[in-house]
């Protein structure tokens, strides 16, 4: 078993400044040019699209399950519900299916890394390659 929290803006450098200041300017164009109520609807749904960037986000990785907590969700996944899985410098996409599809972003999970990678990736790839074994039996 793994665990640890991904805190995004804690790694994200210079990405902090965009995620900070773009919202901030295109909040004061929206107050300055469409006024207050469509202020309050921009704030509400930028606020909501970028707060994952801000808040942790809590791993467990078990022989069996997946767990994913956030602020305001958390999702349990068993291993067996995912066919193969993408490495990319942020994180690890665990796919339904065995090869490359559109829908793998909707269906799959998104593991974020936090200075562990090779401990991720290896911990993911035991598990996936004792799935494939059980799975070709």
């Known amino acids: 078993m793994i665990e ?11 990405k902090n400044i965009i995620a900070i200041v773009i919202p901030i300017i295109v909040w ?3 107050l300055l040019f ?4 469509w202020f309050i609807l921009s704030l509400i749904l930028v606020g909501c699209s970028i707060l994952p960037y801000f808040l942790p986000t809590r791993y467990i990785l078990t022989r069996d399950t997946i767990v994913v907590k956030s602020f305001f969700t958390k999702q349990k996944k068993r291993w067996e519900d995912y066919r193969s899985f993408y490495v990319d410098k942020n994180g690890v996409l665990l796919s339904p299916f065995k090869k490359h599809s559109r829908l793998e972003n909707f269906r799959g999970i998104y593991i974020r890394f936090h200075k562990n990678n ?6 993911i790839k035991d598990i996936m390659e004792k799935e494939n074994e059980t799975e070709d039996v």
């Open 28 to 30: 004061t164009l929206i």
């Open 34 to 37: 469409w006024g207050v109520g």
């Open 118 to 123: 090779n401990e991720v990736v290896k911990f």
């Open 4 to 14: 640890w929290t991904s805190i995004p803006c804690r790694i994200g450098g210079k």
